[in-house]
Each structure stands twice: as structure tokens, then as C-alpha cells.
């Protein structure tokens, strides 16, 4: 269109033209975000070289030398720094994804009983939720770190409950069935029934949009999480044996434990992002207007289907994208393990800067991990509104 | 006729105080249940922790705490000077007061929308000056003092009310940018926005700690305290450029031609139609980043700088406060908490007041 203008009136001078204007802007920000790049590079390469800093990542392939507290896979100070941050980026992860299935759990619980008719459950709900909303998460992590700390006896005066389970500043340590090839087959057995169950949804769907019979899918499903499993564990010989800790000099040797660390890291997450998926679930219910209940009703739906065919669908249609948002925040904020001495990647990567002091590598690092999280979290967004858009009339 | 209707009265047990307790806490057996369990819960952990804080603790500086089994206040009693105001000289601590009163008191002006006019803008602005001269002195025979020197809520005051000042700003442009038809700009700003949006604080902070120092040329140098101020700057900026951002995309397109069939420029049109509309749509969920960015600044600890957390730990630190750590780092929560409770309180109010029903 201003093409057209442009043809008409001559005598129209070149810089009030609006598209000459556009790209001589653009070139501008250009020119402005080149020079500034090129200076800080310039003066990082001036800087990196008067300190001696070697730049690169080549000292992935360098011995770490460092001992890592806790880790999930084989680790000692003479691997690598590429192994050292795996180690790292896997202690994330599993923070998140535990502390991420706990915050579902609680935020739903709160969110409901915020919405609840009992006064006083409505009013604990809104409590807590004000609570640990208001006050800061590292501020909450340092408190039950200290708790932890602080309170709970040493490993010889362990809390000891019951046989098997003892509670000391080392942590909880606990008794766990001793490792035996037949727990491997239970864990397969699990998917095995999980896909049955995913193929026999589909199945019930078709078969009841076609001849109008329902098939028990919820019954069906327990049964076969439950009993293919243990059918499993029946035929590989039931093992019982134990592995029960013992207290061996001053720590505890066997079993199974969590360190104060990772259970004043797990705690404080949750309890803080618990509070914000309670207002989310509760924000979601409320969007799903009365007349639907009432619509669900009079066409002769159970309660139970009621909330499964008619309630969740509409609400976790407006709960999914702030909760995936609040997820994501959980494993952000996981790297405030930091403060708390739990090697996660961002502690990993931290005692990676001082030891060779290649910090930009180091931040580098990190950013792009949480990137790479972010990232999939929107793309998994993405997906889901658009499949919910189909869905949508 | 009419003499023969009795007024009946609602049964006792429907109305007054039975009433609302039947209704409310034992309407059907599982909520009998329900309040029964919650009750003895709070019963249970309630009373004694009101014994722990109340009944059989020490209030008084310098008491032995190892004495009793309740809380400990006298750790925050001997040491508040320190916990709340750091390293800053305890001689002039006045001066920090009177800032703190003097924001307060500018908070508290400001939470009426009807006095919001240019001349609340000018004092906000004389304020800040006014607050920025009694802290940093040197001036007037005030004695200068070390911005390093500066800690405890005063840093972190300074750290999220600054950061917002300085944020918002950028934000704006940030968010126009990314609304901008000019690919180049619309790129740097989206690239931006995604990327910080997408890493945790403490990178940043990390960066602003150990890499930034790098960026400059040789000989020069910008305090710590800048350096994390820079990079609070940088991340809040990102989240107000996505809220300002819903407020523009929120705005009806019959604005924009309107403004144009007047013959406004972009700027213009920008400054005098979109914004004004936009940024009030929008102050509710700046109230939030707000809170957040006000609970963030604890995150400075991890760089070393003393804030409110550090300068408590660094309380605890002292032998003789060991393991006292629940009693300061309630006194703490207390504080964030009543800022934050506050904040979050006017936003609700905020949000009610400026639903239109549209």
C-alpha cells in the first residue's frame, strides 16, 4: 500500500518514507548490537588472555577432581567434568520430577479443599496457600535445611520408629528389598501392563461408540498394574530378603538413604509450588460453569463420570498451560540447590567455574540446560493446544 | 382471614450460631469427619507451637537461651540492628529509618488510585532522591557511606524497588519491540525476552558475579552490588515485557486506526492512546512481578552479597547464636511475608476495582 503512495506523490523526501525509514532502523540496531558484541568480545579476549584462562570446552575432557555428595550413577573425583555434570543434570532431574509429582498431588488436594463448603478446610487451604506463597523459596529451603540440621539427633541417637527405617541428621534411611534379577522383570511387567491398558482405552472407546457397552476400563487397569507384577514376582521365587541398614561406625551402612539435602530441597519446592498449583486447580474448577454439572446430571451421568467425562476435560483444558508453567518454575527453582550444598547442575557446574575458571563456558553451560527444558516444555505446549483445539467446537 | 397466619419462626438449629456451625463444619458425615481430623491436627500442632513461641520463651537481649525449651527471641533482640540494616554505621542508622519511613509512607499515598497525578509522580521522584541523599550522604555534612556497606533491607529494598523502577521501562520497549512490524528489532526482542524467561535468576546472577567482570575493559570495575542490580534489571525486565505484551495485545484495533485517521505518528499514538490503556489493564500482574521480584532479590545470598537472608546467616554464624536458626528465620519470613501479604492484597484489591466487566 505505501507503495502506491509512494508512486502518487513524488515528492515524498526519503526519510519520511516509512518502509526507507523501517530498514535503515533495522540497520541501525544492527550496526549498534554488532559493536557492542564486538567490543565486549574484545575486551573478554583481552581479559582471558592477561588472567591465562584457556577458553573452549575442551576441559570437559579433563579429570574433575572433585567428590560429588550424591548421584544416582557411578561417579569418583577421577572422572571426567563432562561425567561430573551428568551427574549434575541427572540429581536435577530427579528433584524435579519427584518434587513435580508430589506438587501435583498437594496443589490439587489444597485446590479442592480451597472450594471446599467445610470452613474450616476452606480456610486452612487459604492460609497455607498465602503463606508459602509469601514468603521467599530460599528463605524456606535454608529453614528446613536448619531443621534437618538442627534438630533431628545424630546417626547414633537415630529416631527409630521401626525396624528397618532410621530418622537422623544424615537423613532418613531406610530398608529396601535386596536387589534380585526378578525386580527387573516386575519393572517391564509394569510397562507391559501400562501399554495393555493404553490399547484396551482405545478398545472400550471403539467398542462403546459403536454398540453402546461399557467396559469396566478403571477396574480392569488396577487389576493389571497390580497383578502383573506380582504374578511376575510370584514366578521369579517371591524374594523377601532385606536390606536393612546398619549403624557402622559413625554412619549407616546399607539400605537405602535421603540426605537432608535432597529432603529439605524436595520439601521446600513442593510445599512453595504446591501453592501456586492449588490457585491454578482452583481457578481451573471455577471456570467450569454450575450448568454443566447440572446438564450432566439431568442426562443421567453418575458423579464419578460426571467429573470424568464432563468437569476435568473442561477445567484441565485452563489448568494444563499455567500448570506446566509452574513446573517449569519447580525445576528452576531446583537450582537454588545450590545454597544448600545438593549437587545439582548449577552447584556442579558452579564448582566447575572455580576449579578451571572458565566462567563463561560454565554459565554457558547452564543456561542452555534450562533452555533445553523450557524449550521442550513449550513445544509440549504447543502440542497440547493444539490438540485441545480440535477438541474445541 | 389474616389473623389465622402464625408467623413460624426458622428452627434454632438452622440460623444463628448452630446454624452456621451445622452448615459449615458438620453438613454430612465426611465433613464431620474431615473437621473433626483437621481440628485435632491444628489442636495438636497450634498449642504447642504457641507454647514453644509465646509462653515459655526469652524476649530479653543477651538472655541464656540454653536454659529453656522454648523459642529464642533474644537472637533477634541482641542482633536486629545487624540482621536488618548489616554493615551500615549503627551511629547514623537514623538515616536508613527515615528512608524506609519515607517509602513506606509513599506506598502507603500511593495505594489510593484517586490520588494518581503528576504531582504523586514528582514526589515519588523527590523521594527517591531525597532517600538516595540520606543513604548514600556525603552531601549537606551527611557522612558518606560505602554503597558496599549498604545490607540487610535496605539492599533489598534497594535491589526490588530500584529493579522495578529501572525494569519497567525496559519492559515497555522490550514488549513493543516485540509487537514491532521491523523483523530485525522484533527478533533481538523476542531472542531476549525467550532466552532470559527461559534460565533460572541465579545464572544471571552467576553471570553478573563471574563473567561480567570480564566484559569490561581492562581497569575498570562496577561493584558487586550494581552488578547484581544490573541483572535483576535484565531478568524483571523480561517478565514485564511479556505482561505489557498481553496488555497491548488486549487492546481493540479500532485504537490503533483511530489514532491513525488523527494523524498521530507511532510515538504518539504509542504514548498518548495505547500505553495509557494497556498499562492499566496491566497493573494487577505487574503487582505480582512486584512480589516476586521483591522475594527474588534473596537470591543474592548465593553471590555473597548481604542481604536480609545473609545478614541473618551471618547472625547465626556467631557461636554463641548457633542453632537458633528456626527462631531468625521465622523473624524473616515474618517480614517478607507482611510486605508480600500487602502487596498481594492491594493487587486483588487493584484487579476488583479495574474490572470493568469487559
New interface residues.
Partial sequence: MSKAINNNTENISFWYDPDKR?VM???G??CL?VFVAWY?VS??M???E?QSIATGFGFLNTEAAFEIGESIIEYSAADRYMRALWVGFLNTLLVSFIGIILTVILGTFLGIARLS?????NK?AAVYI??F????????L??WY??FY?TLPSPRDAVNPFSGLFLCNRGLIFGIPQSHPVYKYMAIALIFAVIIIFFMKKWAKKRQDLTGKTFPVFYTSITLIIGLPFVCWLIGGAPTEMSIPVLKGFNFKGGMSISPEFAALLLGLVLYTAAFVAEVVRAGIQSVNRGQTEAAKAVGLKSGQVLNLIILPQALRVIIPPLTSQMLNLT??S??A??IGYPDF?SVA?TA?NQTGQ??E??ML??VV??I???STSVFMNWYNKKMAIVER | METNIEIVKPPITNVGVIGWIRENLFSSPLNTVLTIIIASILWFSVIPFLQWALIDSYWLPDSNCKETNGACWSIITSNYKVILFGFYPQNILWRPITAIIMLVSLLIISRNRNWWNAYLGYSWLAGLIIMGVLLKGGILGLEAVDIEKWGGIILTLLLSVFGLTAAYPLGILLALGRQSEMPVIKTFCVFYIELIRGVPLISLLFMSSVVFPLFLPEGMSINAILRAQVAIIMFTAAYIAEVVRGGLQGMNKGQFEAADSLGLNYTQTMRLIILPQALKIVIPPSVSILISAFKDTSLVVIIGLYDLLKTTQSTLSDPKWMGFSAEAYIFIALIYFICCFFMSNYSRKLEKELDTGL
Fill in positions: 523501517s532502523y533495522q540497520i540496531a544492527a548490537f565486549l575486551n573478554t583481552t581479559n582471558l592477561k463448603k467445610n470452613w474450616l478446610i486452612c498465602e503463606l506463597q509469601d514468603i521467599p523459596i530460599l528463605l524456606q535454608f529453614f536448619a531443621f538442627e528452576k527453582n537450582s537454588l545450590v545454597a548449577v558452579g567455574i566462567a563463561i560454565g554459565v547452564i543456561m534450562y533452555l527444558f523450557s524449550l
